[in-house]
């Protein structure tokens, strides 16, 4: 078994997982997640998008949110930003990190950020050019990666072609999402298959939705196919505005738990992981989507 002995995680709760919350959360709320995902010890937290705010209002706050959050040293606080509207929002909130997200089906693309696939994928330019220009590294997702809601089967080889295009206009990484949550170890393996001819996988990161349940064994199936780099949601908050009846992102917590039982590194602390998920839980009025949480709750 050839396992990595290090994982990324990219904890994605505050953006993917509050985005589709339809009561008001707080900025103060909002602020208090991300700093208590910090103290746990995540790398890497997205805390928000510069999206249009008649398109998703939830995400309406986030200049607020970044300009409250405590940002410690070694921990990246990124953003997504679909133009170069979005990116320069988030650039005079002091966003270091953005992230650009096209979508491997049409109907998607349309129904998420309004044009085509090619249509987005010239949107990013620009946006990779001022990147550039200040300094700020740029990651890729591509939703609809193991099906879509709208045009179901997506075939692999479209997937490859879009994170391609993300990789070589200049995203460091570029972030495979199930969106759905339909695929499974054997589609999963089959897609890393294809998209790896193109790209190395050090510069791929898996984004399992779980709807189906299959999240953790994807995670798994990724793994031995040596993805290191994964996004997840505290106590699995989340679904997507544009992917109707899709759950949230898989478990931070519960990815965590499969990583510590494979003794992978991935220097989180699980009490306090579990600590801020309640909390943010609390504020919902939900109970947690992390079965390892649930499991724990004193
Ligand atoms: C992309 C647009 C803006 C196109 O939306 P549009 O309506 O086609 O844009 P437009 O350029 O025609 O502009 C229309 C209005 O929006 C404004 N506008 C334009 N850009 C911005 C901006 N950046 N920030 C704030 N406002 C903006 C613009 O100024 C104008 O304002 P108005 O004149 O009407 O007052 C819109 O479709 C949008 O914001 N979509 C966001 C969708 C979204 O956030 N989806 C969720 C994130 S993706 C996801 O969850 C999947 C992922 C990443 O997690 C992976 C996975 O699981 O698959």
């Not at 790398?43 to 940002?71: L, N």
């Not at 791929?204 to 994964?230: K, M, R, W």
């Not at 544009?242 to 699980?270: F, H, P, Q, R």
Request: proline share 5%; glycine share 12%.
């Amino acid at each position: 078994m050839n396992l990595p002995k290090q994982v990324r995680l990219v904890e994605v709760g505050p953006r993917d997982g509050l985005q589709n919350e339809q009561q008001p959360i707080s900025v103060a709320d909002k602020v208090r997640l991300v700093d208590d995902l910090s103290a746990a010890g995540l790398g890497y937290i997205e805390v928000g998008s510069f999206v249009s705010p008649k398109w998703v209002p939830q995400m309406a706050g986030s200049r607020e949110v970044f300009a409250q959050i405590q940002q410690l040293p070694g921990i990246t606080y990124a953003a997504l930003a679909p133009n170069l509207k979005g990116f320069e929002a988030a650039l005079e909130a002091g966003v270091r990190e953005v992230a650009v997200f096209a979508a491997a089906s049409e109907a998607f693309s349309q129904k998420n950020i309004n044009c085509s696939i090619s249509e987005s994928l010239e949107r990013f330019v620009p946006v990779m050019d001022a990147a550039k220009q200040h300094g700020i590294r740029v990651r890729g997702y591509v939703s609809c990666v193991l099906g879509c809601p709208y045009d179901g089967s997506v075939p692999p080889e479209q997937v490859a072609l879009v994170a391609r295009e993300l990789f070589t206009m200049g995203c460091y990484e570029v972030s495979l999402g199930d969106t759905i949550g339909t695929g499974t170890a054997g589609s999963t393996r089959h897609l890393l298959e294809v998209v790896g001819r193109d790209i190395p996988r050090d510069k791929l990161a898996g984004h399992f939705h779980d709807t189906y349940g299959q999240a953790l064994t994807n995670i798994y199936a990724s793994l031995l196919e040596g993805i290191n780099v994964f996004d997840s949601s505290v106590a699995g908050l989340g679904g997507c505005p544009y992917a109707k009846g899709a759950t949230g992102n898989v478990a931070s917590e519960d990815v965590l738990y499969l990583l510590d039982g494979l003794g992978i590194e991935t220097g989180i602390d699980m009490d306090r992981l579990i600590a801020a998920g309640q909390r943010i839980c609390t504020v919902l009025g939900k109970p947690s989507g992390s079965r390892v949480a649930r499991a724990r709750r004193v």
